[in-house]
């Protein structure tokens, strides 16, 4: 009988109760913060780069768009009387893209494709290693140019952001009177 009252007495005694479940539930809630806390900075971490990334992208391409339109006047001038007069397999031009205030946002890189196409020391692997076609060629069809009187001339333009991380590599054609 003695045992059973004591095995009672074990069985509803709930002294002690409330304090180890306030421990249990303290510890929930601190482990959930301490999660919380870490997935939230690594979420701001990951947006922070990705912002990152997509301005160096913009600027390796603002790079590329400025040099393509200011080929031969403005601050991205590559297609000078040098360049043009110079061989294809070494016509070459370095130059730097500005933004409003002056600060550098790109270098762009400018050569002719030519099928054999010599690495040029100065330049970055991006930019040495193109597609080979022929520099000189035809006008593409339903360009509106004369296969009689034009032709074009292929550059390869490659961009790299600031820091280096982005590049961007862009074919490009431009029109020329046959001599």
């Known amino acids: ?29 601190l482990l959930s913060g301490v999660l919380a806390v870490w997935t939230s900075n690594t979420e701001v971490t990951i947006v922070r780069n990705e912002g990152q990334m997509i ?15 200011n080929y031969n006047s403005g601050p991205t001038t590559w297609m000078t009387n040098d360049f043009l007069s110079s061989d294809p397999t070494v016509a070459n031009n370095a130059v730097t893209s500005n933004d409003e205030s002056g ?9 002719c494709i ?21 520099h000189i060629g035809s006008p593409p069809p ?18 790299t952001s600031t820091n280096g991380n982005t590049q961007v590599q862009v074919g490009a054609w431009k029109v020329f009177n046959k001599f």
């Open 1 to 29: 009988m003695k045992l059973f009252k004591s095995l009672k007495y074990t069985i509803h005694n709930e002294n002690g109760f409330v304090l180890g479940t306030a421990i249990l539930i303290s510890a929930i809630l």
């Open 55 to 69: 301005r160096e992208f913009y600027s390796a391409e603002a790079g590329v768009v400025d040099a393509i339109e």
């Open 103 to 111: 600060k550098v946002v790109a270098t762009v890189e400018v050569r």
């Open 114 to 134: 030519e099928p054999s196409a010599t690495p040029i020391p100065s330049f970055s692997d991006a930019a040495n290693n193109i597609p080979q076609q022929l």
């Open 142 to 159: 339903g360009s509106g140019y004369s296969l009689k009187y034009f032709e074009v001339r292929r550059y390869s333009l490659t961009a």
